[in-house]
């Protein structure tokens, strides 16, 4: 079982930066992959982000290209989303999870998931 944890989540006005990180422990040699999804106030839970851990490929919602990156650290068994150029609309819960097979997209293919850490974008 892996163990993911979410930290930095926080208040930001529109344009600025906020950097996550999804500590995962446990069996973490079980994952393929680490993803974060967001989900909006009243709207279903979507993907962000996800990076494999061996080299590392890395994939983004078209929403968030040329805005976010996805990063891990392999020896602490941490990956970080950097949010730069943040939008009101980039407002949710964000979510790190541990993927070890399935489509990359989707959140039914993710088997562990952390408790969701708060991104509020004001205007």
């Known amino acids: 079982q892996v163990q993911p944890v979410e930290s930095g989540g926080g208040l930001v006005q529109a344009g600025g930066s906020l950097r996550l990180s999804c500590a995962a422990s446990?069996?973490?040699?079980?994952?393929?992959?680490m993803g974060w999804f967001r989900q909006p106030p009243g709207k279903e839970r979507e993907f962000v982000a996800a990076?494999?851990?061996?080299?590392?490929?890395?994939y983004y919602a078209d929403s968030v290209k040329g805005r976010f990156t996805i990063s891990r650290d392999n020896a602490e068994n941490t990956v970080y989303l950097q949010m730069n150029s943040l939008k009101p609309e980039d407002t949710a819960v964000y979510y790190c999870?541990?993927?070890?097979?399935?489509?990359?997209?989707?959140?039914?293919?993710?088997?562990?998931w952390g408790q969701g850490t708060q991104v509020t974008v004001s205007s």
């Open positions: 446990g069996r973490t040699f079980s994952s393929y992959a």
């Open positions: 999870a541990s993927r070890s097979g399935g489509s990359v997209f989707a959140p039914t293919a993710y088997d562990y």
């Open positions: 990076i494999t851990w061996s080299v590392g490929v890395t």
